[in-house]
């Protein structure tokens, strides 16, 4: 399993960006995606997750302004955010784990997901 995650960036207060991630995943496995960030000094925090099925699952701080989303067909998952604040600030990674079922609720505990792609660095400053 590989992942790829691209799109970070520099960002002002209220400013939106879209993180994407390529997975590269084995055929005929249910994975739950998520995406976990890290903020300078901080420890990981789990933001948001999705399941085959398409049900998503985000952490308090970023509900009503971050989506996130899959295209099964493409094996591309995004994070689209909205009305950044100076602490979404972070190295945000994409993850992944292996699941029995396709509607299996994703694990909000980024200690749970065993593949992880590289982290893309999303600055965001008044």
């Known amino acids: 399993v590989q992942l790829q995650a691209f799109g970070g960036g520099s960002v002002q207060t209220g400013g939106s960006l879209r993180l994407s991630c390529a997975a590269s995943?084995?055929?005929?496995?249910?994975?739950?995606m998520a995406w976990i960030r890290q903020a300078p000094g901080k420890e990981r925090e789990f933001v948001a997750a999705?399941?085959?099925?398409?049900?998503?699952y985000e952490t308090d701080s970023v509900k009503g302004r971050f989506t996130i989303s899959r295209d099964n067909a493409k094996n591309i998952v995004y994070l689209q955010m909205n009305n950044l604040k100076s602490e979404d600030t972070a190295v945000y990674y994409c993850?992944?784990?292996?699941?029995?079922?396709?509607?299996?609720?994703?694990?909000?505990?980024?200690?749970?997901?065993?593949?992880w792609g590289q982290g893309t660095e999303v600055t965001v400053s008044s």
């Open positions: 993850v992944a784990r292996n699941v029995a079922s396709r509607r299996a609720v994703p694990s909000q505990d980024y200690r749970d997901y065993r593949y």
């Open positions: 999705i399941n085959w099925s398409g049900s998503t």
């Open positions: 995943l084995n055929t005929g496995t249910n994975y739950v």
